[in-house]
């Protein structure tokens, strides 16, 4: 079945730093990619999201590339802010299973300042 | 403007004491979808609805129940909440397809049980 495994938290970096959050997939069809971001007590909001083979979603600062190859779909931001403190979600959907989206564990990131 | 509308936020019910969570959405999607989630893990699912077609996910527990009046509306009821039933609950809506499209979630209910 459809899986994410995602790099274990909670992340710790200071303001200004470069951030990296692995994400990768099992699918047996052709998945679109998701990063889903969720602030304390809040629900998840979208960050970013790739369709197809090596295109990159970016938003906020945030980037992630879409690589087939090494069937991951990392997160990146060359500069992380007190306020990017959250959990981050890497996700999946396919065609399969319903159309169901399917989540990695969640990453948390803390900033300090 | 909010597209996805979860009432209440916050929710404390008694142990045992039926409770319902409410969910409505102004984006005409007809997927829409219940989630629990603790303590900040993946959001788990329960079940969802493909318009009026009723979907619900092997080990949610019969405690759980779900109804769907219109397009715009999904309540999820818990009939007798245990203290284990404590968690955000999140609903979100999608279009059924493309497989691109992604999910859009509600702010959530937390549920307090005591």
């Known amino acids: 079945g459809d899986s994410v495994t995602q790099m274990e938290g909670p992340v710790t970096l200071s303001e200004e730093a470069f951030l990296t959050i692995n994400c990768t997939y099992t699918?047996?069809?052709?998945?679109?990619l998701f990063w889903y971001v969720q602030y304390p007590g809040e629900g998840l909001q979208l960050l970013l999201k790739?369709?197809?083979?090596?295109d990159k979603g970016s938003n906020k600062g945030f980037e992630a590339t879409y690589r087939k190859e090494t069937t991951s779909f990392h997160l990146e931001k060359g500069s992380v802010q007190v306020s990017d403190s959250a959990v981050y979600f890497c996700?999946?959907?396919?065609?399969?299973?319903?159309?169901?989206?399917?989540f990695g564990g969640g990453t948390r990131l803390m900033v300090k300042p | 403007d909010a597209m996805v509308i979860q009432n209440p936020r916050y929710q404390v019910t008694q142990f045992g004491k039926p409770v319902t969570l409410s969910c409505s959405q102004t984006l005409n999607h007809n997927v829409m979808y219940w989630y629990q989630q603790k303590s900040s893990q993946a959001p788990k699912l329960l079940f969802h609805y493909y318009d009026k077609d009723f979907n619900n996910e092997a080990d949610t527990p019969d405690n759980f129940q779900s109804r769907r009046p219109n397009t715009s509306f999904c309540f999820l009821d818990i009939r007798s909440p245990g203290l284990g039933d404590a968690a955000m609950y999140l609903c979100a809506t999608s279009r059924a397809s493309p497989r691109n499209t992604e999910a859009f979630f509600g702010q959530g209910t937390r549920l307090t049980v005591v």
């Open positions: 996700a999946l959907r396919t065609n399969n299973a319903g159309n169901m989206l399917t």
């Open positions: 790739a369709t197809k083979a090596d």
């Open positions: 699918a047996t069809g052709y998945p679109s």
